[in-house]
Each structure stands twice: as C-alpha cells, then as structure tokens.
C-alpha cells in the first residue's frame, strides 16, 4: 500500500486523538462514583428491605396487643360480673358461694397472666417501632448519600462527554487520508487498540520494540510513500525525522 508521507504522518494526529477517546472511555467505565452509586443502592435497598420486615414485624404485634387487650376486657367483664353478683347477696347456697368464689379467683389470676402477655407484646411492638424508625432514617440518609454521589456521577459524565464531543470534532476534521489507508488504520485499531505508530529512534512507540538492523534497513530503503508496518505489533510505522533512519 501506498499513501504520501504527509498523508501518513496524520494518522499520528489521529492516533493521538484516538488514544484520548480511549482514555475518556476508560474513565466513563471506572468512574469511582460508579462503584460507590451501586454499593449505595445495596444499601438503600438492605435497609428498605430491613424496614418492611420491621414493619411486619410492629404490624403483627399491633394486631397481637389488640387482641390480648381485648381478652383481658371479656376477662375483667366476666370477673366484674360475678363480683356484682357476689356483693348483691344473690347466692346463698355455701356450695354455690364457694365456686361463685373460686370463678372469681381463677378470673382474677387470668387476667393478671392476661396483662402480663400485654405488657410484653407493647414492650416487643416499642421495639419494633423503634427499629422501623431507625431502620427509615438510616434509609434515608443513605438515600441523601447517594443522592449527592448520582450528581457527581452525572457531572463527571457531562464533562466527559463534554471533551470526547470536542475530540471527535478534531478528529471529524482530519482530512486527506486515502480510504484505503484508513480502512487499514481502523482494523487494526480494532485489533489492538492503536492503528499507528512512530518509528521514534529506531524503535515502534507503539510496542515499544526496538527493531532490528535488518527490519530499519528494509524501511530505510522503502520508497517514501510506501506504507510499513511494525514486524513485531503489525501497526502501520508513521516515518519522521525522528525515526533514526
């Protein structure tokens, strides 16, 4: 392939530009906010998932002192009941007295086991309570945190796309390279990430390896216009007065 000497030292141009697409690339994949964004969103979503179980939870007990409250009414009701009946004089009967007694006894111990039982489940449902404000705020203020780090996350992106707009406008007006010669160019940017290279003092700047005497003998005696590549990498050699030949 040929292409004039001119003509090759502008892939240099647009290797350069190239290379800095790369690295904004790069820089949009590992953005440090990016991993901070997902381990934020763990967490929100650990703590949300926390908090409903947490509500359950109080929901549950709520239903449970509702309840129990509830036994203990029908209990004292009960109680209070045979209480009347006993101070209004109706029962005579020792016998009937006696159980009338015993009820009213046996009622009073259930309803004292019957407020313990509420007594434990408001203590269980403070807690419960408890943790799901706990488990709410610190929900939110890790919502806040991510938050803050989404707005730097999108800052960085709008200035990165800022300066790759600006770089392919460069790179948009780099002009007069053959198709050809571009065609090759591309391919083996996609094959290695970087198209060309300089011969800089007889060595590739695209590999780093220093050529042979017989590899810059054979580039000293191509013609100009003729295109060379780099024996050990394949990237096209952009020749200057530079290269040490």
């Known amino acids: 392939m040929k292409a004039a000497p001119e003509a090759q030292k502008r892939l240099l141009d647009l290797a350069e530009l190239d290379a800095g ?6 820089r949009r994949r590992t953005l440090p906010e990016l991993a901070e964004i997902e381990e934020l969103s763990k967490k929100v979503a650990q703590l949300a998932t926390q908090a409903i179980g947490a509500e359950t939870e109080a929901g549950d007990l709520a239903r449970d002192q509702t309840k129990a409250e509830s036994d203990v009414d029908a209990v004292r009701t009960r109680a209070e009941r045979d209480q009347n009946r006993l101070d209004s004089g109706q029962v005579s009967s020792p016998k ?17 086991d019957l407020e313990e039982v509420v007594l434990e489940i ?10 799901v404000a706990t488990l709410k705020s610190e929900r ?13 996350r999108d800052a960085a992106l709008a200035e990165i796309d800022k ?7 460069k790179r948009a007006s780099i002009t007069g390279i053959p198709a050809d010669l571009l065609a090759l160019y591309e391919k083996l940017r996609e094959q ?3 198209g060309a290279a300089m011969l800089h003092g007889g060595r590739c700047l695209g590999c780093r390896t ?11 005696a191509a013609a100009p216009d003729e295109v ?11 020749r200057t007065a530079e290269s040490g030949l």
């Open 210 to 220: 220093t050529l042979s005497i017989a590899d810059l003998n054979r580039i000293r």
């Open 228 to 238: 060379v590549r780099c024996e050990e990498c394949r990237r096209i050699l952009v």
């Open 140 to 152: 939110d203020k890790v919502s806040g945190t991510l938050a803050v780090a989404e707005d730097r």
């Open 192 to 194: 290695s990430g970087v």
């Open 163 to 169: 300066d790759a707009a600006e770089l392919q406008g």
């Open 122 to 131: 408001m203590e269980r449902r403070e807690a419960a309570d408890s943790q």
């Open 96 to 112: 009937d007295l006696a159980s009338l007694q015993s009820e009213i006894a046996s009622l009073r111990r259930r309803q004292g």
């Open 21 to 26: 697409l790369d690295r904004l690339r790069h």
